[in-house]
T-cell receptor, first 111, second 117 residues
């Protein structure tokens, strides 16, 4: 079935270091969405990418959508403690009215 | 943005009892809502798609007689965990698309942490 694979599962960084998470879909996506889930909370929408090769920035966050619309990445520059959480990518399914979720990447700031 | 309200935010119940979780779209109509379960350190697992006025569509491996879903109106969907067991303890989250289309962002309820003792 349709899958969205996301790596890595965890990433430990020192505060101030960069963080990147990658998503790869088994099918071409009409769009890809990114969500952040803080510990104990619910996912919160960050951004949606629609166009092939699209790059969007939100302050220190840079989102990219691949040319083939099958992969995407989220890069955080100079991480801060407020960035802690799990970042999920998700894309619409081709057959059903739902989102297919990546496994998530947990950002952990080393003390 | 659109708001989805989920209640209760946490519940502890005895094994064998039933628990009802409500999911309301506060400022928009949601013909479709989604129910997820999330175990610790894992991703969201879609349990079922709740359709207003019709039967829910359950994902493979999800017992429809155990997880009863009712979507009686355009703003309310409920999930009832019947005869709960400790292995049902989890974080349950509902979501809906703000404009009723999967190409817009999904809005989530606050989630319900269920603990069955």
């Amino acid at each position: 079935g349709q899958q969205v694979m996301q790596i890595p599962q965890y990433q430990h960084v020192q505060e101030g270091e960069d963080f990147t998470t990658y998503c790869n879909s088994s099918t071409t996506l009409s769009n890809i969405q990114w969500y952040k889930q803080r510990p104990g909370g619910h996912p919160v929408f960050l951004i949606q990418l629609v166009k092939s090769g699209e790059v969007k920035k939100q302050k220190r966050l840079t989102f990219q959508f691949g040319e083939a619309k099958k992969n995407s990445s989220l890069h955080i520059t100079a991480t801060q403690t407020t960035d802690v959480g799990t970042y999920f990518c998700a894309g619409p399914s081709v057959s059903n009215y739902q989102l297919i979720w990546g496994a998530g990447t947990k950002l952990i700031i080393k003390p | 943005g659109a708001v989805v309200s989920q209640h209760p935010s946490w519940v502890i119940c005895k094994s064998g009892t039933s628990v009802k979780i409500e999911c309301r779209s506060l400022d928009f109509q949601a013909t479709t809502m989604f129910w997820y379960r999330q175990f610790p350190k894992q991703s969201l697992m879609l349990m079922a798609t709740s359709n207003e006025g019709s039967k829910a569509t359950y994902e493979q491996g999800v017992e429809k007689d155990k997880f009863l879903i009712n979507h009686a109106s355009l703003t309310l969907s409920t999930l009832t965990v019947t005869s709960a067991h400790p292995e049902d303890s989890s974080f349950y989250i509902c979501s809906a698309f703000g404009q009723g289309a999967m190409n817009t962002e999904a809005f989530f309820g606050q989630g319900t942490r269920l603990t069955v003792v």
